[in-house]
């Protein structure tokens, strides 16, 4: 496609369950990205990959969040034993180099209950 | 961690009416960006600036990055009610070396027809 996809659009999640978040990027961008958006607030940084190496998590809340993108394109974003403050909005951008402006996809809406 | 400023909080404002809007940082931004979000949806680029002093515009929206690169700000002339959203300002540190942008907490604009 065109854009950035994620899937699925919407996730409610009983507390204590697994979620697995997808990302698929522009193809052809080296630089992917995951944020995290509260109800109300600008989105936070968690994660950055360039291709399939993650050099930057310094924004996973705790350990519960993991991501991979182990073929450098699509991109999962998986959180463990879900807590009702992971709800939130998870959106993924892309970029061509990782200096350049990020196009974002239309994001995963998580409801922990 | 870094964080940006960015006001109004919110703007309800008369169809045709010129907006302004504006990020400030206490630190040095290299690239400011300048995104729309619809309703549940991502955030979608409006304007990229990369240099202090530029002054870019896209059809009626123009932004500039300001001289001490620690400031930006986004007007829209002559609004319309497609306008209506909300504006996150987006800076890329100067000591980011992955990309990771810092977002303003949004305003929230609204356009009375």
């Known amino acids: 496609g065109a854009g950035v996809s994620q899937s699925p659009r919407y996730k409610v999640a009983k507390r204590g369950q697994d979620v697995a978040l997808r990302c698929d990027p522009i193809?052809?961008?080296?630089?992917l990205f995951w944020y995290q958006q509260a109800l109300g607030q600008g989105p936070e940084f968690l994660t950055y990959?360039?291709?399939?190496?993650?050099?930057?998590k310094s924004g996973l809340p705790s350990d519960r969040f993991f991501a991979e993108r182990p073929e450098g394109s699509v991109s999962t974003l998986k959180i463990q034993r879900t807590q009702q403050e992971d709800s939130a909005v998870y959106l993924c951008a892309s970029s061509p180099d990782r200096r350049a402006e990020a196009f974002f996809g239309q994001g995963t809406r998580l409801t922990v209950v | 961690g870094q964080q940006l400023n960015q006001s109004p909080q919110s703007m309800f404002i008369q169809e045709g009416e010129d907006v302004s809007m504006n990020c400030t940082s206490s630190s040095i931004f290299n690239t400011w960006l300048w995104y729309k979000q619809d309703p549940g949806e991502g955030p979608v680029l409006l304007i990229a600036?990369?240099?202090?002093?530029e002054l870019t515009s896209n059809g009626r929206l123009t932004a500039q990055f300001g001289i001490t690169r620690k400031d930006s700000f986004l007007n829209i002339s002559a609004s319309i009610p497609s306008d209506v959203g909300i504006y996150f300002c987006a800076g890329l540190p100067r000591s980011s070396n992955t990309g990771k942008l810092i977002f303003g907490q949004g305003t929230t604009l609204q356009v009375k027809p």
């Open positions: 990959f360039q291709n399939e190496a993650q050099l930057d």
């Open positions: 193809s052809g961008h080296v630089s």
């Open positions: 600036l990369y240099k202090a002093g």
